[in-house]
């Protein structure tokens, strides 16, 4: 199964951590709209919003502000802090009490938490890279939009 490091982080930094399984359809159509959202907020380009999709790094600021924004949105940052409960909660919403998710969430939050940066979209992006890496040393697949 592969892991969703759900933007956390997507969803975060933006998603977190599942065994194996593409995203759910109603988890798609969540993140859609919160992208849409995101889109509009940080006034984003066709282009910044379809690498993300696509599952393309983003080449600009303002591709790096979406990630930013969707961690924000699902509560996993906040005042520039990564907040773990809610990246416990939002696993355990998406994926149940399954305690492979909860480890690997525990691992992201370990890693790369402490990642620092003063510009936020910096700060997410880095993040996000390293949730995606410290996933894929544990040995799971990101899910394509874990960017």
Do not use: W, Y
């Amino acid at each position: 199964m592969k892991v969703h490091a759900v933007f956390v982080s997507i969803l975060i930094g933006l998603f977190s951590v599942s065994c194996n399984a593409e995203l759910s359809e109603e988890m798609r159509i969540l993140l859609k709209e919160k992208v849409d959202k995101c889109k509009t907020m940080e006034e984003l380009s066709d282009v910044d919003v379809s690498r993300f999709f696509n599952g393309d790094a983003p080449e600009t600021l303002k591709g790096k502000c979406l990630i930013s924004c969707l961690q924000e949105s699902v509560g996993l940052i906040k005042d520039g802090q990564v907040q773990s409960a809610a990246g416990f909660e939002l696993g355990k919403m998406l994926f149940g009490d399954n305690e492979n998710v909860l480890s690997m969430i525990k691992n992201v939050q370990d890693e790369c938490a402490t990642i620092t940066d003063p510009d936020r979209c910096e700060m997410a992006f880095k993040r996000m890279s390293c949730a995606k890496e410290t996933v894929q040393k544990h040995g799971l697949t990101p899910p394509r939009e874990m960017i």
